[in-house]
Nanobody, 122 residues
Framework: QVQLVESGGGLVQAGGSLRLSCAAS????????MAWFRQAPGKEREFVAA????????RYADSVKGRFTISRDNAKNTVFLQMNSLKPEDTAVYYC???????????????WGQGTQVTVSS
């Protein structure tokens, strides 16, 4: 089992940057695929990015490709999401999730954090 706690959200102007962190508890962090999802009001939770357990493979949603970067530090049990060139449409609650297999569907993930709000003003 793994517990996840996100941080780093906030209010930023369009074009700005934020770095989200997700701290995981448990000794098996390095065996999990880690992902970020987001959910805007009235919309379904959507895939943002994922990274395999070793960090070797990364996948991104088309909407964030080239602007967002996912990374992980297995020694610190932490996964990051660097978000650059933010747009108002990036406004959402961002969730960290863990799974044993890299998937893009939120229903496939077993463990979730509580979420952190990101608001991008125009």
């Amino acid at each position: 089992q793994v517990q996840l706690v996100e941080s780093g959200g906030g209010l930023v102007q369009a074009g700005g940057s934020l770095r989200l962190s997700c701290a995981a508890s448990g000794r098996t962090f390095s065996s999990y695929v880690m992902a970020w999802f987001r959910q805007a009001p009235g919309k379904e939770r959507e895939f943002v990015a994922a990274v395999t357990s070793s960090g070797a493979i990364k996948r991104y949603a088309d909407s964030v490709k080239g602007r967002f970067t996912i990374s992980r530090d297995n020694a610190k049990n932490t996964v990051f999401l660097q978000m650059n060139s933010l747009k108002p449409e990036d406004t959402a609650v961002y969730y960290c999730a863990a799974n044993t297999v890299l998937r893009r569907t939120f229903t496939d993930y077993d463990y979730w954090g509580q979420g952190t709000q990101v608001t991008v003003s125009s």
